[in-house]
């Protein structure tokens, strides 16, 4: 076989030789009956993974390390570490998202399949760019948009792509909605006057980072007050934009939050959609966490005015069960999503105005992405919309159930309402001030991450440490979450 190998590698072509490597190493990296073995035992440690974390034979979340100690652990690994353990190792020592006491970020619980998909995906490596490097992947990513679109009532006009996560998409949402709304080039031109957007003080931060990389600066964000549930305050969108436009500034977009992510607040899209339209802005939803609500009967009213919006982004990798990083960006209008970048690199496409969807290096920031699409397709291939239902439905029911706990226990103060799975609350002390009880919430918190049992987060809102639960684990139930307000209770005395 080594002969054979060797002898391949070195055959003369009509325009030279193609030189030897180390073909034994080579060998080694493809062989298949490695492979093979290796593939059954990380399945194998896999599944033991899910049954120990969901069945919680495994009793921690997490083995806390702290971050010097954690490098200098794989520093000694990667010159002495046994290669049989690595894969042990990376499950024993990263936060685990399938156990029912993980309550803490906005990272999604993955269906088993979808590492079967992921695999899949980084096998064939199909960059997607052009047709030829992405066949199966640009046809699927195609019917996926479609019916994404379709479920946010969305015409035939409509269209989009999926792409590496929801600040990316918020940022090629704002894009072509300068391109849109602006009449200036700035594309190639660059500025000429000061442009600005409106968005929440409770948005996610990208939305702030994606106006600063289009370099509209401070003044271009223009920050609308949250009410008392922290949601955007309606009431004051022509106030904001007055004076805005009275600085000068051209408005040309205002953005939704579907939900904030401090609290998983819902703005009221449909008074935002009524606002964008007297003003001819760009109205865009940022949905990355709470758009899946959208599959929910039961709260897919949330959503109410988004079919209004010129773009939607929603992320797979938070409520939808998929791995990160998959997000998908919707148009009203496909051509939007067509003409947002308008260079192209004259080696990969022709210059067409046709609607090439199969080339999808026309209409997002990357070139080369992941075969994502396979995660969404299989997905509802295999289990049917009804799936995104069930589990939206369930997260949001377990939030609401939670918080009523919380104000039947006087220990506790719940900062709002909750509207979707995010949920802030925190401890009460008689006899301290607001600065000591956001030290003894923060105390807390550090000393629950170190135990490991549960993991969960914690967030400022106006001057008050909170601490946050985003209930993604399908398994957790009430009974894990009174455990963890007895925890927290413990840990508060001890404190």
Not at 53 to 80: A, G, H, I, S, Y
Not at 104 to 110: A, D, K, L, M, P
Not at 272 to 301: C, M, N, P, R, T
Not at 425 to 453: H, V
Request: proline share 3%; net charge negative.
């Amino acid at each position: 076989m080594g002969g054979f190998f060797y002898a391949c590698l070195l055959y003369k072509c009509s325009r030279g030789y193609i030189y030897p490597m180390n073909e034994s190493l080579l060998e080694k990296a493809f062989s298949t009956k490695d492979f093979e073995r290796l593939g059954k035992e990380v399945l194998a440690e896999i599944s033991g993974h899910l049954q120990r974390t969901t069945q919680e034979t495994q009793t921690k979340t997490l083995v806390w390390n702290p971050p010097e100690n954690e490098l200098d652990f794989w520093e000694k690994f990667l010159e002495d570490g046994n290669q049989t353990d690595f894969f042990k190792e990376i499950l024993n020592r990263t936060t685990h998202t399938h156990h029912p006491k993980y309550v803490g970020h906005q990272v999604g619980v993955t269906a088993p399949i979808t590492v079967l998909t992921g695999m899949l995906s980084n096998l064939l490596n199909n960059g997607m760019a052009v047709y030829e490097m992405g066949m199966s992947p640009n046809a699927i990513e195609r019917i996926v948009i479609e019916k994404l679109g379709k479920k946010f009532g969305y015409g035939a006009d409509a269209g989009g792509f999926l792409t590496s996560g929801g600040t990316l998409a918020n940022l090629t949402a704002l894009l072509s909605a300068r391109k849109a709304k602006v009449a200036h080039d700035v594309w190639n031109e660059g500025h000429t006057k000061p442009l600005g957007i409106m968005v929440c003080e409770e948005a996610h931060y990208c939305v702030d980072r994606a106006a600063k990389i289009m370099g509209l600066g401070e003044q271009g964000i223009v920050k609308i007050p949250a009410n008392t549930n922290f949601a955007m305050d309606t009431n004051q969108l022509e106030t904001f934009y007055e004076e805005s436009v009275s600085k000068g500034i051209q408005i040309f977009a205002i953005v939704g939050s579907a939900p904030s992510t401090a609290t998983g607040a819902y703005d009221n899209l449909k008074t935002i959609a009524q606002f964008a339209q007297k003003h001819k802005l760009w109205f865009h939803v940022d949905g990355a966490h709470g758009g899946a609500a959208i599959y929910s009967k039961k709260y897919g009213f949330l959503l109410d005015g988004a079919q209004e919006a010129d773009s939607i982004v929603i992320d797979g990798h938070k409520m939808m069960l998929m791995p990160t990083i998959t997000t998908a960006l919707l148009f009203k209008e496909r051509k939007h999503s067509e003409h947002t970048f308008s260079q192209k690199a004259d080696y990969l496409l022709d210059d067409t105005t046709e609607d090439e969807w199969y080339n999808s290096g026309r209409r997002t920031f990357e070139c080369t992405k992941t075969m994502m699409c396979l995660h969404w397709f299989a997905l509802l291939k295999f289990y049917g919309e009804k799936l995104f239902d069930n589990y939206v439905s369930r997260q949001y029911d377990l939030a609401k159930d939670f918080a009523q706990t919380i104000k039947e226990n006087p220990n506790f103060e719940l900062a709002t309402e909750p509207m979707s799975n995010i949920l802030c609350f925190r401890y009460l002390k008689p006899g301290l001030n607001n600065g000591e009880l956001n030290s003894l919430n923060a105390s807390i918190r550090q000393t629950l991450l170190e135990d490991g049992e549960f993991y969960l987060v914690q967030t400022k809102l106006r001057g008050s440490l909170y601490l946050r639960t985003t209930l993604m684990n399908p398994f957790t139930t009430v009974k894990h979450l009174n455990l963890l307000l007895v925890k927290i209770e413990a840990t508060a005395i001890a404190c």
